[in-house]
């Protein structure tokens, strides 16, 4: 797989992929946990959950826009990366403490170290293979790059379900700061070989000094954000419209990007951000993984497993235990109802698990019996593991084409993206229609197979293929900016997926959910390939292919 790719690749394959294992561990559980009413959660209700992990994905996406900028100019990329690791991992373990201010405290200190973390190994990559020699490659690393990260998206739900199973939440989300302290210490390891990318770029002409972003950037962020908190709820709550808001300022600095550049830079940037735009509908679908499909694969789809894997599984705790019986818990939501006990006091009991909400009850277990269940987080490693069969038959499809030369334009990917990530969507539509209702009926779990199958497909032509058109597109003094910029986009992303799934219950015709993705994805799709021969001009132009 390394053949002919200098050691860097391997020492930030192996980082990437520990800190992703941290990452997807923690987020895939997050939900999750909010939600738990009977084995030490935090009992919200789904609008509540899906508010706070929209925002939390949103925010995480949103501060590589300043890592990367203070990286460029300040710290560099490697300081940038030992930072951000560390406070992720503190805010990992932090996970692991009761309450919910460390809760809060926890995400925000994954929120900022992401930051500095996600952009500036990218673009460390990026600036190995700006070698003359290694250019060809570039593409190619970036795919096995990505299979990094997947290897660890695989296995983390596995270690979570076996440890949240066995031991609880906080163990679970505790493994996820080892793996990120695994990966700096793999990066310490094998620090010579990446070292001659860490580079600070001078300040030129054209770049907004940091005094002046903060005046018309950050603060006029800030400022939006408190507006935005204040007024009445125009997007379902007020860190929906304090997030939205506060974008403003930002989205208005890369535009002045763009303004302010002159010739082929200004066509590059141009094409940068019209793709950046598109993206968030495919990023809205993608974080879906974490908000609707985890409240599918949750709630509506039978995770019964036969009778045969039931003994081997349970043995190594890879599957939940659920009943009917009620439980005493701290957390108001929808399933706890307030009764008067023996002694005269008000007290909070929660019905049966959420499982059994849309299970007719002559198939609920007798009671004080358990029945096991896979655990809902399981169902995220799907999508990795078909990231890791299906790249090196697409690299292999590609090559053969590219022979060929009818190796789709990286462009085209994108459109190609965008129209499968809705066919995907699609999938979940046929799912809902195979069952009379899904207010009393579960679908089968091989609907979640085959809509995170589709989705794979349309991830690998676009996420991979995607960080390396930042680094080919950005002017030199601005990549790790505009790998912010990229993340930016997935940022926003992530917020729409949280405020769709918050309105999750005011969908009395779930299909419709998964229609309103469907219709944006092909918009998306037909917007890139209207475009696409100019925005194929510019990618040529600026790096001698449209590939």
Not at 32 to 61: C, E, M, N, R
Request: proline letters at 4%; a positive charge.
């Amino acid at each position: 797989m390394f053949k002919n790719h200098p050691k860097g690749l391997y020492v930030l394959f192996f980082t990437e992929m520990w800190e992703r294992f941290g990452y997807y561990l923690m987020v895939g559980i997050l939900l999750l946990y909010l939600t738990d009413t009977t084995t030490g959660g935090k009992g919200f209700d789904v609008k509540t959950a899906a508010d706070i992990v929209g925002s939390f994905i949103a925010l995480v996406y949103l501060t590589p826009f300043i890592g990367g900028l203070i990286a460029d100019r300040y710290l560099g990329y490697l300081k940038s990366i030992y930072l951000g690791g560390s406070l992720m991992a503190l805010g990992y373990f932090g996970l692991s403490f009761p309450g919910d201010t460390a809760l809060f405290i926890s995400l925000s200190l994954v929120i900022i170290g992401n930051g500095f973390f996600k952009p500036n190994i990218s673009t460390i990559l990026g600036i190995i293979y700006n070698k003359e020699e290694l250019k060809p490659l570039k593409d190619n690393a970036y795919n096995i790059f990505y299979m990094g990260i997947n290897i660890g998206a695989l296995v983390c739900n596995f270690v979570a379900a076996y440890l949240r199973n066995k031991y609880g939440w906080g163990y679970a989300f505790s493994a996820a700061g080892v793996g990120l302290v695994i990966g700096l210490l793999w990066l310490s390891s094998g620090l010579k070989h990446v070292k001659f990318a860490d580079i600070k770029k001078p300040m030129e002409k054209e770049d907004m000094p940091m005094m002046k972003i903060f005046l018309y950037v950050f603060l006029p962020a800030i400022i939006f954000a408190l507006i935005g908190w204040m007024i009445p709820e125009i997007f379902g709550s007020k860190s929906n419209d304090a997030f939205i808001f506060a974008c403003v300022p930002i989205i208005s600095f890369y535009i002045s990007l763009w303004v302010r550049a002159r010739g082929q830079d200004k066509k590059s940037i141009g094409a940068l951000l019209f793709i950046f735009t598109i993206s968030i509908i495919f990023w809205t679908i993608y974080n879906q993984n974490a908000t609707g499909l985890t409240i599918w694969a949750q709630s509506y789809t039978n995770r019964e497993i036969s009778p045969a894997l039931e003994k081997p599984a349970n043995a190594i705790d890879m599957l939940q235990s659920v009943n009917t019986n009620p439980h005493l818990v701290p957390k108001v939501d929808k399933y706890l109802r307030t009764i008067t006990d023996s002694s005269g006091q008000m007290v909070m009991v929660n019905g049966p698990d959420p499982y059994f909400e849309n299970l007719p009850k002559n198939q609920w277990p007798q009671d004080g019996k358990n029945i096991k269940l896979a655990n809902a987080e399981l169902f995220q490693s799907i999508n990795p593991f078909f990231i890791i069969l299906f790249t090196p038959m697409l690299v292999g499809l590609f090559t053969w084409l590219a022979k060929r030369k009818k190796e789709p334009s990286t462009v085209g990917k994108f459109g190609y993206a965008l129209f499968i990530s809705g066919l995907s969507s699609l999938v979940m539509v046929f799912a809902i229609m195979s069952v009379p209702s899904v207010y009393t009926h579960k679908t089968a779990a091989f609907w979640l197979f085959i809509t995170y199958g589709v989705f794979t497909v349309s991830e690998l032509f676009l996420s991979p293929i995607g960080l390396s058109l930042v680094s080919k597109l950005s002017p030199a003094r601005t990549t790790a900016l505009m790998m912010g910029g990229w993340f930016l986009s997935t940022s926003l992303g992530g917020k729409a997926a949280g405020i769709l799934a918050s309105y999750w219950d005011s969908f009395t015709d779930k299909s419709m959910f998964f229609l309103v993705l469907v219709i944006a994805a092909f918009i998306g799709g037909v917007l890139i390939f209207s475009r696409i021969k100019s925005l194929d001009a510019i990618v040529k132009a600026k790096t001698g292919s449209a590939t």
